[in-house]
């Protein structure tokens, strides 16, 4: 099959990719949903939102995730959950696979073989670094989360959203938005809809972004007591980063981990934050970058074999960790 993608930039120029992949779900014999390694709450919600469509219209679905192992703990409470399966027990065949929140193949880790033996494959995504890397790429970039795209892809299906699903779907829209600190026009217009149904909103956010462990404390202050300031970086817009080291994990779930970039971003002496994340021991590293206003994070993630968002990207990377740096402040230029 050539691949289909947008033909027209923007967030207008989509409705006839909607209309085929709502041709394509309503005669699908089965469906594969598979989400981003070290999934957040908007690759889950994204996938079991739309999952929990396609099984109240009897279509046979499964949701997954290369690694890690097991869901994050805050979101173990999606509706949805028990249609999320190992890894080993995606089918190695299936009539649509559906990509949800996935820049590039690379995110599907492991998974990425189940590509092959899909009828036809999907991407459902709003990372504008996206690489098209399906038969059809429904990519909106406009949109603030990739919860966003299954709620206008629903309303073109003319599946309505229930309470399960809009819970889902908040938990993509306010975790991908920082708690509504990133909006775009319609973004509480679609987060009023969702609350309409009856879901808790509080508690979603509290239960998603802040509840940690006490051994969260103790690790940050040792990842913070990391940090670095390098002023002259990206020609004097300043670069902080600090480094959490895999001794530092701990048994700290991985949302206590990703939410470390979310304090360092704060230092107003610095145009870029980095957070390097070494999550194994032979010195594996995942990297998560965020801007204020002036630097576009995805192209330089994009330049690491990464992507993401303007503002928000992320990209792996091995070697010591000054190599790791250096190699981020040569990208920065």
């Known amino acids: 099959m050539t691949a289909l993608s947008e033909q027209v930039e923007g967030h207008d120029g989509l409705a006839p990719l909607f209309d085929r992949v709502v041709a394509l779900l309503g005669t699908a014999a089965s469906v594969t949903v598979l989400c981003h390694v070290q999934p957040d709450a908007d690759t889950i919600g994204s996938g079991l939102g739309l999952a929990l469509v396609l099984r109240r219209r009897g279509i046979p679905v499964v949701v997954s995730f290369?690694?890690?192992?097991?869901?994050?703990?805050?979101?173990?409470?999606?509706?949805?959950?028990?249609?999320?399966?190992?890894?080993?027990?995606?089918?190695?065949?299936?009539?649509?696979?559906?990509?949800?929140?996935?820049?590039?193949?690379?995110?599907?880790?492991?998974?990425?073989?189940?590509?092959?033996?899909?009828?036809?494959?999907?991407?459902?995504?709003?990372?504008?670094?996206?690489?098209?890397?399906g038969d059809i790429n429904l990519v909106d970039a406009d949109a603030e989360a990739t919860a966003s795209v299954i709620a206008r892809l629903l309303d073109a299906w003319g599946e309505p959203i229930d309470r399960a699903v809009a819970h889902c779907l908040f938990a993509?829209?306010?975790?991908?938005?920082?708690?509504?600190?990133?909006?775009?026009?319609?973004?509480?217009?679609?987060?009023?809809?969702?609350?309409?149904?009856?879901?808790?909103?509080a508690l979603i956010t509290r239960t998603l972004m802040d509840s940690h462990p006490f051994a969260?404390?103790?690790?940050?202050?040792?990842?913070?007591?990391?940090?670095?300031?390098?002023?002259?970086?990206?020609?004097?817009?300043?670069?902080?980063?600090?480094?959490?080291?895999?001794?530092?994990?701990?048994?700290?779930?991985?949302?206590?981990?990703?939410?470390?970039?979310?304090?360092?971003?704060?230092?107003?002496?610095?145009?870029?934050?980095?957070?390097?994340?070494e999550l194994t021991a032979?010195?594996?590293?995942?990297?998560?970058?965020?801007s204020r206003e002036t630097v576009d994070v995805a192209e330089v993630a994009t330049a690491l074999g990464g992507g993401g968002h303007r503002f928000s990207a992320g990209y792996t990377a091995d070697g010591p960790l000054p190599d790791v740096v250096a190699a981020l402040r040569s990208a920065l230029g």
Not at 223 to 247: H, K, M
């Open 66 to 133: 290369a690694e890690p192992a097991e869901i994050p703990a805050s979101m173990r409470s999606l509706p949805g959950i028990e249609l999320v399966v190992p890894p080993a027990q995606v089918p190695e065949r299936t009539d649509l696979l559906l990509t949800v929140d996935c820049g590039s193949v690379g995110r599907l880790g492991a998974l990425r073989d189940r590509l092959a033996g899909a009828g036809t494959t999907v991407v459902l995504d709003h990372h504008r670094s996206n690489t098209r890397f």
């Open 172 to 201: 993509g829209l306010v975790t991908d938005t920082g708690s509504f600190r990133w909006v775009r026009p319609g973004t509480h217009s679609l987060a009023e809809r969702l609350l309409d149904t009856g879901i808790d909103g």
């Open 216 to 277: 969260w404390l103790p690790m940050l202050s040792r990842v913070l007591g990391s940090a670095q300031l390098v002023p002259e970086a990206r020609d004097g817009a300043g670069l902080v980063y600090a480094a959490v080291r895999y001794a530092d994990v701990g048994a700290l779930r991985s949302e206590e981990i990703e939410s470390v970039v979310d304090i360092v971003r704060t230092t107003t002496e610095a145009e870029v934050a980095a957070v390097f994340k």
């Open 282 to 290: 032979d010195g594996h590293w995942t990297v998560s970058l965020r």
